[in-house]
């Protein structure tokens, strides 16, 4: 089944020591998303590509980058993470048509930073 | 601007009804619902597309007021599985997509 993969599930890293959250699609959507959600909150958009073309949201912090070498993959790189950086990062895909762009979410990644 | 969600949280009992109402402060040309679920990704409920459309999927169904920049979701005859988090989602601009505020429900038994 097409669908949006993220990997790992559950990651745990270092206050201050780099990370990267890696996301996959079969769907050949043209559209990618990062969001951050934490506990009790709406999923808040990072960023968006579309198809190479690079959005960031304006609050995003710097110590959050993302990389999009191809079509199938996302990534969210973490520079320097925090404690505040805890959170479910989720990944999802779209191929905006007709006015309509339905989003496609992976399972999520759950950081945690100790 | 994210869409605000009215009520923030409800809780029901079993077999009884809901609204979940959406405002949005500009145009709102499509309008979905998810449901997310304690860790887990949301998932989709419906799609909405045109002004005062209305869907319906089992007991869960939703209108969509362009004019009014609205979407409510009406969960009738509530069940235990329909606890969890309510998010209408949107697009801003042409690729954008955010969500709404969110609305906690809890069924009990």
């Known amino acids: 089944d097409a669908m949006v993969i993220q990997n790992p599930r559950y990651q745990v890293t270092q206050f201050g020591k780099p990370v990267t959250l890696s996301c996959s699609q079969t769907l050949n959507h043209n559209v990618m998303y990062w969001y951050q959600q934490k ?28 990389r999009r070498p191809n079509t199938s993959f996302c ?40 | 601007q994210q869409p605000v969600q009215s009520p923030q949280a409800v809780i029901l009992r079993e077999g009884e009804d809901a609204v979940i109402n ?52 009406y969960l009738t005859a509530s069940q235990l599985s329909y606890s969890g988090t309510y998010f209408c989602g949107t697009s801003e601009g042409t690729y954008k997509y955010i969500f709404g505020t969110g609305t906690r429900l809890k069924v009990l038994a």
Request: charged share 20%; with cysteine; glycine share 8%.
């Open chain 1, 39 to 66: 506990s009790s909150q709406a999923p808040k958009l990072l960023f968006h590509y579309y198809d190479k073309d690079f959005n960031n949201e304006a609050d995003t912090p710097d110590n959050f980058q993302s």
């Open chain 1, 75 to 114: 990534f969210l790189d973490i520079r320097s993470p925090g404690l505040g950086d805890a959170a479910m990062y989720l990944c999802a895909t779209s191929r905006p048509s007709l006015g309509n762009t339905e989003a496609f979410f992976g399972q999520g990644t759950r950081l945690t930073v100790v």
């Open chain 2, 22 to 73: 959406c405002s949005s402060s500009k145009a709102l040309y499509s309008v979905h619902w998810y449901r997310q679920k304690h860790g887990e990704a949301p998932v989709f409920l419906m799609i909405l597309l045109k002004g005062g459309e209305q869907k319906g999927h089992e007991k869960i169904s939703a209108s969509f007021n362009e004019k009014k920049q609205q979407s409510s979701l």
